[in-house]
């Protein structure tokens, strides 16, 4: 069972930062600018957390909150 | 030191020059990329090609840098490679299997480039045996990159992966495409074509 804050925690490991200046309204692309880096945060987060996305998930997701729930869900938590 | 067999007086041209550093660059994005995905993959065997093949490509930007340095050039500092315009013409890839599956549609687009470039008029010793030596490489990149596709099967179904593969193949071809145009003369005049 993982919760948001687990996954925020992951998510702020990876960019380096503070888990509170990584809250669900930030826009992905301000907290990593590169879109390589952020296909690196989405494959640390399925290998982290056993699980898979494909390119129709992600299309909706914006923020880090939108990344948050997408884990969530998959992990049906 | 220049390598001996080459003239000191024949310097790489403002095209090779650039061509050259094109292809560091990419060789080193493509390391740096493959290098943060090894470390973040679970321990099994993609893991360990992945962190080879990162290593191939460190090693290739070390190859294009000494072979520039040899030349008696300097490597241009150019901001994006290749395989960066990917993301925008075919959309990210979002899992594991969509990063082999992109990577093996470029892993074959270098292999054709550095035929190509391999039977350009005039080419220079030192960058034929270059080329010679990374695309040794690239052959198994590709090899290891199709293995593990098949590996990933049963968790993504093969008509996808097929399906993944085809829409990076395009996206290639429209990358490539747009390449050509933005240096058509430089191309041009370095491959005769």
Known sequence: MIDREQVRAEIAKFVKKPAAKVGDGVALMDLVQESFVLVELVIELQESFSVRFGQEDLSAVRSVGDLIDLVLNRRGT | ?193
Not at chain 2, 10 to 24: A, D, G, Q, V
Not at chain 2, 25 to 31: K, P, R, V
Request: net charge negative; glycine share 4%; charged share 30%.
């Open chain 2, 1 to 193: 030191m220049p390598h001996p067999d080459l003239p000191l007086d024949e310097p790489l041209n403002e095209n090779e020059l650039w061509i050259l550093s094109f292809y560091r660059t990419s060789e080193i994005s493509g390391s740096l990329f493959f290098g943060k995905l090894a470390r973040t993959l679970r321990p099994g065997p993609i893991q360990i090609d992945m962190t080879k093949h990162f290593a191939d490509e460190a090693q290739h930007a070390w190859y294009w840098t000494e072979c520039i340095r040899d030349l008696g050039a300097k490597p241009l500092k150019l901001a994006d490679a290749y395989q960066d315009q990917y993301a925008s013409t075919a959309g990210m890839p979002a899992n594991l299997m969509e990063v082999l599956a992109i990577t093996q549609i470029f892993e074959r687009r270098v292999i054709n480039q550095y035929t190509r470039h391999l039977k350009a008029p005039g080419l220079k010793p030192p960058i034929a045996r270059t080329l010679e030596k990374i695309m040794q490489d690239e052959l198994w990149h590709i090899d290891w990159v199709k293995k593990a596709l098949e590996s990933l099967e049963p968790e993504y179904g093969k008509e996808t992966i097929e399906q993944t593969i085809e829409r990076f193949r395009a996206a290639d071809r429209e990358v490539y495409a747009n390449t050509m145009k933005e240096h058509e003369e430089r191309l041009r005049a370095l491959f005769g074509d």
